[in-house]
């Protein structure tokens, strides 16, 4: 089983102590003690590993291979000995390839210390032999490898890198199923978070999380509470099927911790990551294509946003016959948000977002999509959400007006879904059914304005708000924007655009996994998320 390994930076006795006992609480099976400014007092190493709570990992790492310790290889193998010398030994410990192939004398004396297959004797301590590089993809990555493979004395195989793309996950995942001694394959940086989190689906022996977002060892490294409470660590195994949210950028998208509560909610034995592609389309075909065909990984599909949406549609068309098939209206839109990839293999993409707008507005006005035909529906903007919008409602039968800014931009917009166009100020005037606002006015940090402002400000406001008419603001941070709380005083129904988001993913999660989303799990996490963010 993969051991969840809480990395700490030694500083001190007690600190590390009590770090480690803090990992035990958080779930931790396994600390690694980072002792490399930790080199004036070898008797306290003695001491850390007869006290920890957990077993441990001794690492004492130089700085050219990325680690802190800057003195001489004498004072660090005898710091190393110092770990093995009290009654409890550590797990392992960690050394360098280069660092091991470059000294006899460190060979000798680490021979001492740990497991020796040709010497058999009474130590638990094992030797892991690691390469790091914090640039890239090494280009001897392979032959490193089976150097440390084909070391007796080596337990653990252990390499690093900086992930430059997803697709360095992949390398990670194949060394891991092609191990011929326990492995530890992980990518750093932003790019390396799926080798991290999967490391048990493919049987890595260790994975490293800090214990928060100060103390972690090298980029890109999660915290214990996002391993196991975000990205669902208890619940992985080698079935789990992976998803994700492909954008750029993604840091800040409230997918992964909607869907990844969605699945623990119901039963799903999935997990759902950030997937950060540059915006050219050949990186995401690339990615998306290498993800897919990657043997074991069970990739299931992705949330796509901004920059992929087009990028999406034109990969799926370009696998064109059975292997790939467009919602028809999602190709209208000229965008899609939803990528799956069938039990077959084959894809489907689509558009979620409209349908989440139509299906907010309908309860709104407690109606079936086909009750739309004939409503005046004022679309406010004319950007990518607008358009999904002004599709979606077009497509029912509705009679939409799109207002916005610039005014070719409308015109462009209902010309293509035939709609019709107005300058953002004739929005004074207008009487409709149904208002959504599809521009960022309103979105944090200017919460005081509103679409409806603007329009005061250029001429006396008329517009039709009250009792019987809906109003939809696709904004969903805050959740209450001024042009809702405008619209609740005035007795319309009101939507926020966290309905949207909510719904988007929910028709995701059908369509993945087959069951119903579960809904009101997805509204209090957003709503969690949303505080957080604003706190
Ligand atoms: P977009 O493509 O950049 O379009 C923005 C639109 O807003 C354009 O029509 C633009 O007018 C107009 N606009 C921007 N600033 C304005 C201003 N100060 N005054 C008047 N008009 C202004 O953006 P988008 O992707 O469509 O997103 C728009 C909004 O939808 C965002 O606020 C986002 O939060 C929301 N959204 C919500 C969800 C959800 O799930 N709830 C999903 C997607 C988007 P011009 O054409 O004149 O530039």
């Known amino acids: 089983m993969t051991k969840l390994t809480a990395a700490i930076t030694v500083h001190s006795l007690e600190q590390a102590l009590t770090a480690a006992a803090r ?3 958080l779930g931790a099976d396994l600390v690694e003690f980072r002792i490399d400014t930790f080199a004036d007092d070898p008797k306290a190493v003695t001491e850390l590993v007869q006290r920890s709570a957990l077993p441990c990992i001794i690492t004492c790492r130089p700085t050219w291979e990325g680690g802190a310790y ?4 004498q004072t660090r193998i005898s710091l190393l000995e110092h770990a093995g010398i009290g009654p409890r030994k550590p797990v392992y410990i960690d050394l360098e390839l280069i660092a091991y192939q470059k000294s006899a004398n460190l060979r000798q004396k ?8 040709d010497r058999p004797r009474q130590t638990d301590t094992g030797l892991i032999l690691s390469s790091h590089d914090f640039d890239g993809r090494p280009n001897d990555l392979l032959r490193k490898v089976k150097e440390m493979a084909d070391t007796p004395l080596c337990r653990v195989v252990k390499v690093a890198w900086h992930a430059r793309s997803l697709r360095d996950n992949l390398e990670a995942f194949e060394l891991i199923r092609q191990q011929v001694k326990p492995m530890v394959a992980l990518c750093m940086g932003e790019c390396g978070l799926a080798s991290r989190v999967l490391a048990k689906k493919f049987g890595a022996l260790l994975t490293f999380a800090s214990i928060d977002e100060e103390e972690g060892t090298a980029p890109g490294q999660p915290t214990l509470g996002e391993i196991k409470g975000l990205y669902r660590w208890d619940a992985l195994d080698s079935d789990t099927r992976v998803f994700g949210v492909i954008g750029h950028p993604v840091g800040h998208s409230m997918s992964p911790p909607v869907h990844n509560a969605g699945f623990d909610a119901a039963g799903v034995n999935g997990v ?7 915006p050219e389309y050949e990186h995401f075909k690339a990615t998306v294509s290498s993800w897919i065909a990657q043997p074991g990984l069970h990739f299931g599909g992705a949330s796509v946003t901004i920059p992929h949406k087009e990028n999406l549609l034109r990969f799926v068309k370009e696998r064109g016959g059975a292997g790939g098939e467009v919602e028809p209206l999602a190709e209208r839109i000229g965008a899609a948000n939803t990528l799956h990839v069938r039990d077959d293999g084959s894809l489907y993409a689509c558009n979620t977002d409209y349908a989440a707008a139509l299906d907010a507005v309908c309860d709104g006005l407690s109606i079936q ?3 739309l035909a004939g409503r005046r529906v004022a679309v406010i903007g004319a950007g990518g959400a607008a358009r999904a919008v002004v599709a979606g409602f077009a497509h029912y039968g509705a009679r939409v007006t799109v207002y916005n800014r610039t005014t070719e931009k409308a015109q462009a917009l209902a010309e293509q879904f035939e709609a019709t166009a107005a300058p953002l100020a004739e929005l004074s005037g207008s009487e409709a059914d149904v208002y959504i606002n599809c521009t960022p006015i309103g979105m944090h940090p200017n919460v005081d304005a509103s679409p409806f402002d603007i ?8 517009h039709s708000l009250g009792p019987g008419v809906v109003v939809f603001d696709t904004i969903y941070n805050p959740v ?17 655009g966290t309905e949207m988001f909510v719904r988007q993913a929910a028709a995701q999660f059908k369509l993945w996994t087959g069951k119903d989303a579960p809904c009101d799990v997805f509204r209090d996490v957003l709503a969690a998320h949303l505080t957080n963010k604003q706190s």
């Open 272 to 278: 759902y990551l950030p997937m950060p592609v540059p």
């Open 480 to 496: 209450q924007t001024r042009l809702l709380r405008t619209a609740a005083e005035a007795g319309c129904a009101t939507i926020p």
């Open 110 to 117: 680490i021979s001492l210390v740990v497991d020796d297959p």
């Open 23 to 25: 990992a035990a609480e």
């Open 70 to 73: 800057d003195g001489d290889e």
């Open 455 to 462: 329009i005061n400000h250029q001429s006396e406001s008329t």
């Open 369 to 371: 999509r086909d009750g």
